[in-house]
């Protein structure tokens, strides 16, 4: 039997749920490299101008998706087309639990300077964040880390295509930046001669 | 400054400090705090003159300002101190990192606005592939099935529960003499004691009291050679 077919349709049976790699070698009974080729294979016979899907990698899983190339034609489809998006505070929530997971909630607190409490039980409804259990700080209190579905959501494939922090993060002008390395080299000369 | 704003369009107090620090044309690393807090504070005051509910996390906020403030207008003791403590510098790196994140938020946003322009379908049902795993050995026979079935029967037994409640059975003198009647009928002659098949104390009663009565009643004869004997019912000829 074809296997490229039999990805194709297992694809489409697990439809938004996607397959994991794992579950495609399992499944398959194929090894990795067999199921890496497949999968590629798949993918590029999809990318063709004459195919209306594609084989998306997201939140960790394989998944069959339109083409947003053809996104105009489905909205017409839609007689309301409601777009729902995050609030602010959602997204601020996320992405301060996604850049630090796992996180407590006062983690969270602190870094946001308000209560999370309740965007983060709204979170966790929405399966976006979940309790992966409990930290050693005192009361022990839980831990929540994103999960695939938050992935998909913003259309990532893995925690690591995050965009990178310290691009955000503003640095100070130049000169109190060689001031400070001045003083750290200075400590380490003391350190070495004491 | 004006002061048209209100708090909720803040998602916290770090965001509105963020927000005087960029309207007042201010370097977040330079923060001149004590304009900031005079900001900081006519802006809450003005919020409470609104009658608007300020939450407890601006008012900390406050508090934190003011204790900047303060301990930058004091005089340092310790000014001799190479590395001298900025009492901002907390202050700024919660802002900088706050504002990294706020500056995340823009990017995910995109990316949540890109995804909801593809779509996925849901899973497909796939129940009735669900094998059905009753398999069949071929080298079962007969026989097998007619072990496994008195096994059924055995576990069956001793599935019943331990104590049952049975619906007493009404056991009247008459009934017993009718059916002692019946018994000397056939055997003529019978041991007193084989009289009581059952052990429960009605049967016992009514057996008796059947018996008496028909020894009075001349239906049949009791007799007991010699004490400690069996006693015999007899019918009377």
């Known amino acids: 039997m074809n296997k490229l077919a039999i990805l194709e349709g297992l694809l489409f049976v697990v439809g938004e749920e996607g397959l994991t790699f794992d579950q495609i070698k399992d499944v398959l009974e194929i090894n990795e490299d067999e199921s890496k080729n497949l999968v590629k294979e798949l993918k590029s016979r999809y990318e063709e101008d004459d195919r209306g899907l594609r084989i998306d990698f997201l939140g960790n899983r394989f998944k069959i998706t339109t083409k947003f190339e053809h996104k105009e034609y489905y909205q017409k489809l839609i007689e309301n087309p409601t777009t729902n998006f995050l609030s602010q505070a959602a997204l601020e929530t996320l992405a301060i639990i996604a850049y630090n997971e796992p996180v407590t909630r006062i983690q969270v607190d602190k870094l946001r300077g308000v209560a999370s409490s309740q965007m983060i039980r709204k979170l966790v409804a929405k399966g976006f964040i979940k309790e992966v259990g409990r930290s050693d700080m005192p009361g022990r209190p839980i831990l929540y880390e994103t999960t695939s579905e938050f992935l998909d959501y913003f259309g990532l494939p893995n925690i690591e295509a995050l965009p990178d922090m310290s691009n955000f993060i503003k640095e100070a002008e130049k000169e109190d930046k060689e001031e400070t390395d001045l003083y750290t080299s200075k400590y380490k000369e003391n350190e070495v001669s004491s | ?237």
Not at chain 2, 12 to 35: A, R, T, V
């Open chain 2, 1 to 237: 400054m004006e002061l048209d704003l209100k708090i909720n369009e803040f998602e916290g107090p770090l965001d509105l400090l963020l927000h005087l620090i960029k309207e007042s044309k201010m370097n977040i690393f330079d923060i001149k705090i004590e304009q900031i807090t005079d900001q900081y504070l006519k802006y809450i005051e003005s919020q409470e003159k609104m009658n608007l509910e300020i939450d407890s996390e601006y008012l900390v906020l406050a508090s934190e300002l003011i204790e900047i403030k303060s301990k930058l207008l004091l005089p340092n003791e310790k000014v001799e101190d190479e590395e001298e403590e900025d009492p901002r510098e907390e202050l700024i790196n919660r802002l900088l990192e706050y504002e990294a994140y706020k500056e995340i938020t823009k990017t995910l946003k995109e990316k949540e606005e890109l995804r909801q322009e593809i779509y996925t379908k849901a899973p497909s049902n796939i129940q009735e592939y669900i094998e059905n795993n009753t398999e069949i050995k071929s080298d079962i026979t007969l026989d097998d099935l007619v072990d496994a079935f008195q096994k059924f029967l055995e576990r069956k037994k001793e599935s019943k529960p331990l104590s049952t409640k049975v619906t007493e059975k009404e056991i009247t003198v008459s009934s017993r003499r009718h059916d002692i009647r019946n018994i000397l009928k056939k055997k003529k002659k019978i041991s007193f004691f084989e009289l009581f098949p059952v052990i429960s104390r009605e049967y016992i009663v009514a057996t008796f009291l059947a018996v008496l009565e028909m020894a009075k009643n001349k239906e049949l004869i009791i007799t007991q050679n010699d004490t400690f004997d069996d006693i015999t019912c007899e019918v009377t000829k």
